[in-house]
């Protein structure tokens, strides 16, 4: 059984900085891919970051320049740094892994910025 876990969301200002981490068991981490997601209200769920098991990294345009995805293997984590953040940010964030064509997701985790 897969699981995923979300920590480090919250509430920020404009301009500032969270860190997203995402602790996954139930599976050989380093061999998949694992990605960031997220669902503002009213709007359908975006892919916002993803790296591979290679440690490639991709972000959709909005982020790129303030969000960095990074993963450590030994602690089983993928991380999202995210940086001078704005309130169009704000939504549920949710790690996602694909393992053997299947998704798995945390249960989301809100980031909230706002003044």
């Known amino acids: 059984q897969v699981q995923l876990v979300e920590s480090g969301g919250g509430l920020v200002q404009p301009g500032g900085s969270l860190r997203l981490s995402c602790a996954a068991s139930g599976v050989t981490f380093s061999m998949y891919a694992m990605s960031w997601h997220r669902q503002a209200p009213g709007k359908e769920r975006e892919l916002v970051a993803r790296?591979?098991?290679?440690?490639?990294?991709s972000y959709v345009d909005s982020v790129k320049g303030r969000f960095t995805i990074s993963r450590d293997n030994d602690k089983n984590t993928v991380y999202l740094q995210m940086n001078s953040l704005k309130p169009e940010d704000t939504a549920v964030y949710y790690c996602?892994?694909?393992?053997?064509?299947?998704?798995?997701w945390g249960k989301g985790i809100q980031v909230t910025v706002s003044s």
């Open positions: 996602n892994q694909v393992v053997r064509g299947m998704d798995y």
């Open positions: 790296i591979s098991a290679g440690g490639s990294r």
